[in-house]
């Protein structure tokens, strides 16, 4: 069975920093592009980064580049989106997501077949 556990979100000041983890089973990292979503309130669902399962490839939204890092730890099959820089605007609920569409990494939800449940950031003072 294949699951993806998020943790980390929490209440953070504007320009305060949170890690946030992705716990996988069921698979092994390396064998499935992974990336983060997120959804504010009132808000569609969008790509925040990906990595692509060959190594070698991550992706950002514009918005965010400089500030967001994804990265992994095969060892652990964690995976993590390091924020900095937090701003009111981030507040929403962060999801990991895994598929195998394509050959790198995607920002879109339809090339990813397995999702976490959510873990809520909030970004305010």
Known sequence: ????????????????SLRLSCAVSGFT?????????????GKEREGVSCASRS??????????KGRFTISGD??????YLQ???LKPEDTAVYYCAAG?????CSG???DYDYWGQGTLVTVSS
């Open 100 to 104: 195998v569409v394509g050959v790198l």
């Open 1 to 16: 069975q294949l699951q993806l556990v998020e943790s980390g979100g929490g209440l953070v000041q504007p320009g305060g």
């Open 55 to 64: 190594g070698g490839y991550t992706n950002y939204i514009d918005s965010l």
């Open 29 to 41: 990292l390396g064998t499935y592009h992974i990336a983060w979503f997120r959804q504010a309130p």
């Open 83 to 85: 924020m900095n820089s």
């Open 74 to 79: 095969n060892a652990k099959n964690m995976v």
């Open 108 to 110: 879109y939800q339809r």
